[in-house]
């Protein structure tokens, strides 16, 4: 991901989550030395727009999985499991022992996307999401 793919990022995220990052929080991310942000783009209507992303951290031997997203119009074609298999493959490589999460307790295919790949509910965070509890996910590498 680079801050030229921010716009298209940034509507993503409008469309994914009812409290959405901002510009300046993505902006972070690209800064940040401990995160890693990849944009998957798609070659669309003769040039390539951006359909899916992943920020995460890694910090001595974890990785916490900050955000992804996909655009509506790719969902559902396996995108996001692409991405965090390639993720975790880095995190592997990168000696990561565990992987974390949060989700929303009322994002049903979520859960059961990280459930299908690995991932077990740990414990909730009370109102994480200001109105809502997160479940903490886990898997071990």
């Known amino acids: ?65 900050l955000n992804i997203a996909v655009h509506q119009d790719f969902r559902r074609q396996g995108l996001a499991t692409a991405l965090l298999d390639a993720a975790i493959d880095e995190m592997r490589r990168l000696l990561v022992y565990e992987v974390f999460l949060e989700v929303r307790r009322s994002n049903d295919a979520g859960r059961a996307l990280y459930k299908g790949l690995g991932f077990r509910e740990a414990f ?14 886990v898997k071990d590498l």
């Open 1 to 65: 991901m680079t801050a030229g793919d921010l716009g298209e990022v940034l509507a993503i995220e409008s469309q994914s989550f009812p409290n959405p990052w901002t510009r300046g929080m993505f902006e972070s991310e690209l800064r940040n030395p401990v995160s890693s942000a990849y944009a998957v783009k798609i070659y669309r209507d003769n040039g390539f727009v951006v359909a899916a992303y992943i920020i995460y951290w890694i910090v001595y031997g974890e990785a916490h999985i």
């Open 124 to 137: 909730e965070r009370k109102n994480y999401y200001g109105n809502e509890d997160a479940i903490v996910m």
